[in-house]
């Protein structure tokens, strides 16, 4: 076997990581203003970069061969005179021993020793300081040269002895997205699947979790056929239900309305209930409409307005803004001031009388039991601020829910994005919402019971201001004049979902030449390549033999075509062990940037044989990065990646953290993926995810740092002072937040997470029968924190394990266990200065920092292109791909780190285009 391997490689990987690392850093908080900042730190330490150093670029076509001779002359010895005393007999340290590995790692056993022996060395972990010998510098950058050149070789050796295989399912998250994109909806075609198991470089997509048993099959079976029966229609055109909302019915109208109702319903008590007509609930509806006429009077305040019953809540009220009047109402559950037409909406000019959403309110709008069963509602409304003055822009959430009982309701929030109030009081402006109905959760006893008795089966949108911030102000009320729901909302018939299922019309003579039409068209896009004519003649079959036992053409095919959707060719993302495929190759593409679907452009490119070319492909990641379904990678890979799962499920203990919010939770999960896509859209380092002096922050956060003048709660970039002690991931409240235990901090976790998540990096696994921490002993109950776990640290059994990870977790003491800045403990000042392995210091976050952007930017580099390839291919990263993280990690850092730059590289190398 003859190998092209250029001394590019060899001469690149003498000068890894270890060149960058001094034996021991030192990382304090600057003690003078002449210190450099941390971004002239990370400018710095961008330059000292060990990939920077100039690279010949000679090649030779001579098959590998291992350096031996240089390691008997210089590296065994520089081994000898300082590891082997500790390592070299058989009562080694640790039961680790370097004097019987194999030197040849192109062709022994021992390569993944010898990676383990070169970390070491690179991170000045070993030699320990303490030890009796120390290496000098000359022989410890001598031993990682060779270590790294000859590992490079090694992979690279293993790497040509065969391309990688890999064969899983979607996960469920590609699954949904690629039968959205199939049909061109948004529903959530996955919610009856089960999660997946993370791997062990924290991802679901990886092949080794994704396996599919019988019971899988059968559940991925039944949503297919329901994704393509959502998707399809029948019949003619549903006529929807209107309702044209405004808020003038809130005044005298309303009056008429308690009055009416009190009237009928006490002359249905009087004249006799039905038998199934609970008399004391008819009784209390009386009492709620009695009390609502006594809270008929007229308020100055929106926010003295009593709360009535349930409808009106938080100080929501309804003004005349020509008279200044202003009502607070009240709505008995079951009963609505508005009622449905089956009359377009047409919007009325602006009206005086609006509805009144102070920061924090909230309205009901009962709509009865009248929402069809499925399809789409548009609830649009027009809406102004309070006041034009000021910074800060009210928004608006929308919420679903009903209430059967006075003992049973249930609300949830609809609307994935909360809209900004931005428009004037003098120019109103429309918003709206889409909702798919059939992805709510409806009310068990819609249209099984009599509207205002009980179980009651009415049905509500609930509007609510949650404006983030304090302020109690105009600025932060909202104005609305007019509302209107449209259900189902249907913009063309038949819907785009069904012609992609159904092209338009196929009025063959034979239903068989029907059938062929729209399978000729599915079944490419479904299977994500060309599919042979036997492959069709299956399909056909299978039509043929199954439609005497449907009742019409489209019953048969939507079998048909599940059968298409539970097929391996849709379900399984497959590479062939020879090599990948033009079809696979951009399913691995658009899995990757899109998790779903190739697109039609993509298929032909494949189809051509063009999609292969380094060039091509980095055009299309271009491309795709700017269509819309690019979201689905800035939330996955963020999410993954940063073990964000943790986050989804975090309890916090409210008794210690009174103030801490449901909304300032989700502000949490959003920032590390606002940041994320900031840094890919702008291109910027991926540096900046260990420090940037900027952030994206809305104003719920911002409070919650202490950064001023940040209004609203859309995310946006802010500049940040030194002093605010943010700026990349480090510092992120939602992540120190997750690797708490809600209650305190917790060193370990957040030790340990910058270890695996960050660094790749990971600690061993504890030994078995670790002793725990005894609370019961008064002694440890004194000692602080940090004094426990040096303590922990110092019993023989857990010192190994936690010398490496304790450090790291103490430097982020000064923040609480919801990622809060603190400068003491129970009135103890925090101590966060720790020492790592290699006495190396940190002190605190800003020493982390400053250690890590001045020593462990090669390793973060790395790291993250581990991390991504991972990834993008959907299969844990081996021993034969190092050689290309490493070659594309040396040119993501002399092309300026950038991420959107990282994604580029990624796709044009042979990792991707090949195996």
Known sequence: MNFQLTTVMILLASCIAGAQTPSVAIAQQPTTSDAPTLEEVKTAGALRSSYRKPIPQSQTNAAPQANLKTFRAEIEPALRKVCYVCHGSAIAEGEFRVDTLDPDLLHGEDVDWWVEVRNALSNGEMPPPDADIAMADADRGKVIDWLSSQILVASQVKRSEGPHSSFRRMTRYEFNYALQDLFGLSQDFGSDLLPETVSEDGFRNSSEMLQMTSLQFATYRDAAREALEFATVRGQRPEPVCFSITMDKAGPYYEDWVHENIRELERELETGLDPDVNIQLHQDIIGDFKNARERMGRTSSPRSGGRGSGRSRRGATFLNRETGEEWSRSFPYGFSLWKPTDLKPVPPETLPFVLVLPHGGGQQIDLGNHLPDRGTVKLRFRASRASAEGDSFPSL????????????????????????????????????????????????????????????????????????????????????????????????????????????????????????????????????????????????????????????????????????????????????????????????????????????????????????????????????????????????????????????????????????????????????????????????????????????????????????????????????????????????????????????????????????????????????????????????????????????????????????????????????????????????????TSSLYNHSELAGMEGLKRYLLENRQDQFARAMVHKLASYALGRPLSFADRAEVERIAARLRLEGDGLRTLIRLLVESDLFRTT
């Open 397 to 832: 959430r929308l919420s679903f829910g009903y209430r059967p009982s006075n003992n049973s309701s249930r609300e949830y929030v609809l609307s994935e994005e909360d809209i900004a109030i931005t428009a004037s009081p003098d120019a109103p402006q429309f918003y709206e919402w889409l909702i798919p109905l059939d992805g709510i959760e409806r009310n068990p006893y819609l249209r099984k019971s009599r509207l205002g008795m009980r179980p009651n089966p009415s049905e509500y949108f609930s509007l609510s201001n949650v404006h983030q911030g304090s302020e109690q102000t105009e600025q932060a009320t909202v104005h609305i004049d007019y509302i209107e729901v449209t259900a189902p909302f249907v913009d063309e018939w038949p819907p785009r979902s069904h012609q992609r299922v159904f092209p338009e019309q196929t009025q063959f003579s034979d239903e068989e030449s029907n059938a062929r039409k729209v399978l000729a068209s599915f079944m490419p896009k479904a299977w994500r390549r060309p599919v042979s004519e036997e492959e069709l003649a299956g399909r056909l079959e299978l039509f043929q033999r199954i439609r005497p036992a449907y009742g019409d053409f489209q019953e048969a095919m939507i079998e048909v075509l599940a059968s298409v959707l539970s097929s391996p060719h849709f379900l399984y993302l497959t590479q062939s062990s020879e090599a990948i495929t033009d079809s696979e190759l951009a399913s691995r593409l658009s899995f990757f940037l899109w998790s779903s679907q190739p697109d039609e452009e993509l298929l032909e490119l494949a189809a051509s044989g063009r999609i292969g070319d380094p060039g091509t492909l980095a055009h299309q990641a271009e491309r795709m990065l700017a269509d819309p379904r690019a979201e689905r990678f800035t939330r996955q890979f963020p999410h993954q990646w940063l073990g964000m799962e943790l986050l989804d499920f975090l309890q916090v203990d409210r008794r210690a953290y009174p103030d801490f919010s449901e909304e300032l939770k989700q502000s949490m999960q959003r920032e590390p993926i606002e940041f994320f896509r900031y840094v890919l859209n702008e291109d910027r380092s991926i540096i900046d995810f260990l420090h940037a002096d900027y952030a994206l922050l809305n104003q719920n956060l911002a409070e919650h740092y202490g950064v001023e003048q940040v209004f609203g709660n859309h995310f946006q970039k802010v500049s940040l002072a030194p002093e605010t002690k943010r700026g990349g991931l480090l510092a992120q409240a939602g992540l120190l937040a997750m690797n708490s235990d809600g209650k305190d901090s917790h060193p370990l976790k957040r030790g340990i997470w910058v270890l695996e998540r960050l660094l790749h990096d990971p600690p061993p696994p504890p030994p078995p029968a670790v002793p725990e921490i005894d609370l019961t002993d008064p002694e440890i109950l004194k000692m602080t924190l940090k004094e426990r776990i040096e303590d922990h640290r110092n019993k023989p059994a857990c010192a190994s394990c936690h010398a490496k990870i304790d450090p790291w977790g103490i430097a982020f003491e000064n923040f609480d266990a919801v990622g809060a800045w603190r400068d003491d403990i129970n009135g103890k000042p925090v101590d966060s």
